[in-house]
């Protein structure tokens, strides 16, 4: 059986009043008196003998005073107990005096006041609170002024047992909270790769709300799948099929004159280019080869090698040696886009190949004139070109970047742009790809 959420969060709830109930009435019925332990007359007529004060909390001042002690506002004087102090003792009730304080009134009869009869236990009566004990001697009165402190060890179990029950109540609720959360993030987690459509199915576990929705979105998942692949073969079918009557306007060509001809060649090449360029978007070069290790610095300074046999202006001002996992022939397609793009419209290539926190970061640098920040961000788009700061008539059809960034995704790596900064101007690509351990 597996119940729902609903279900799952009344039983908490209901769980949690329960153990509520039960902690309330624990303290209630086992636990110790809010205060300690009164003080019996023995033990208060032993203070003035010099004994310490009783175990608890009891907190005892002596003193000598040649006026006898008064009961001040709140107090009263008890000649009772005081007799009984005098008796154990073994002296006169008139040299004994006991100032304690007031009981609290009735609460049957508040109006009339009238004071309950004292305590009595198995030595006499029972002292609470504070009270003042005095004896007569020969150089006056010798006193004994007692306070009943704060019984710390009933708050110590009281906070003790109150801290048990809340860690008990915590333990489930956390597991019970962390069952039902576990299927939610595993969705989160999937809906936020990305390419949702390429990750594996979400494993159906959870309440049966939360399955429902593993389900929804498997199915979701499928049909952008199914969509996708749908576009892609279409592209890649129309654009394969454009190769061929390209191929014969190219013949028909040759029949023109040598200017026009050598301009309609010119475009034909560059279509050629175009369909060639959205073909490899569109199959998504590198997603499917075998990813073996392989020395990206190899890679970066043989590319610098052949492009600046070229005559280009490309040079490695940085290398470390790092080793990655992935496709060579793809990961060198993403690269020398990059390069190229910085050479077409910066003039030059100056690539950097750093190593920190188990990341390798080839960064390709230009001069050129850079691009506005809010273009930045639009720069991997397919087809997107930066008209702003770019040369239309030297440009592509703008889907190397793109190419270059599902190449980096597909290895689980990151593709970024950023201008110079330091008073130099250009642009600054880099691709991060993880480290083969």
Request: proline share 7%; hydrophobic share 45%.
């Amino acid at each position: 059986m597996n119940p729902s959420i609903l279900t799952r969060i009344v039983a908490l709830v209901a769980a949690t009043l329960l153990l509520a109930l039960g902690a309330m009435m624990l303290v209630a019925f086992r636990g110790p008196p809010p205060h300690s332990r009164p003080m019996m007359l023995g033990e208060a007529a032993a203070l003035l003998q010099g004994a310490a004060a009783p175990a608890g909390s009891w907190t005892v001042a002596r003193y000598q005073s040649d006026p006898a002690p008064l009961a001040e506002p709140g107090q009263m004087e008890d000649r009772r107990a005081a007799a009984q102090v005098a008796a154990l003792l073994g002296g006169r009730p008139a040299d004994v005096r006991l100032v304690r304080e007031l009981p609290p009134v009735r609460m049957a009869d508040p109006d009339r006041k009238v004071w309950p009869r004292p305590n009595f236990g198995p030595d006499g009566t029972m002292l609470h609170g504070a009270f003042l004990l005095a004896r007569r001697t020969e150089g006056g009165w010798q006193v004994v002024q007692a306070r009943q402190g704060a019984n710390e060890r009933w708050y110590a179990i009281t906070l003790s047992l109150m801290a048990g029950i809340f860690i008990l109540l915590l333990l489930p609720a956390y597991w019970v909270a962390r069952r039902i959360t576990q299927p939610i993030r595993r969705l989160a987690d999937g809906a936020a790769t990305e390419r949702p459509e390429r990750a594996d199915p979400l494993p159906l576990t959870g309440p049966p709300e939360v399955r429902a929705v593993g389900a929804a979105y498997n199915h979701m998942r499928a049909r952008i799948a199914d969509y996708l692949n749908e576009r892609t073969a279409m592209l890649v079918a129309i654009a394969h099929d454009l190769r061929t009557p390209m191929t014969r306007l190219s013949f028909r060509l040759e029949a023109l004159p040598d200017g026009p001809r050598a301009k309609a060649q010119a475009d034909v090449q560059e279509m050629r280019a175009m369909v060639t360029d959205l073909l490899d978007f569109m199959r998504g070069e590198g997603d499917g080869a075998a990813q073996v290790r392989i020395d990206l610095s190899a890679i970066v300074e043989t590319l610098a090698d052949d492009l600046a046999d070229m005559g280009q202006d490309v040079a490695v001002t940085h290398g470390s040696r790092a080793v990655v996992r992935g496709d060579a022939v793809a990961l060198r397609r993403c690269i020398a886009n990059l390069v190229e793009n910085a050479v077409r419209y910066g003039g030059l290539a100056r690539i950097a190949l750093t190593v920190a926190n188990g990341r390798v970061t080839v960064a390709v640098e230009d001069d050129g004139p850079g691009v506005p920040d809010a273009a930045i961000e639009r720069l991997c788009e397919p087809f997107y070109r930066g008209e702003a700061s770019r040369n239309r008539e030297t440009g592509g059809v703008g889907l190397g970047l793109s190419i270059a960034r599902r190449i980096a995704d597909s290895h689980g790596g990151r593709l970024s742009f950023a201008n110079r900064v330091g008073g130099a101007s250009g642009l600054r690509a880099s691709v991060t790809l993880p480290l083969d351990r």
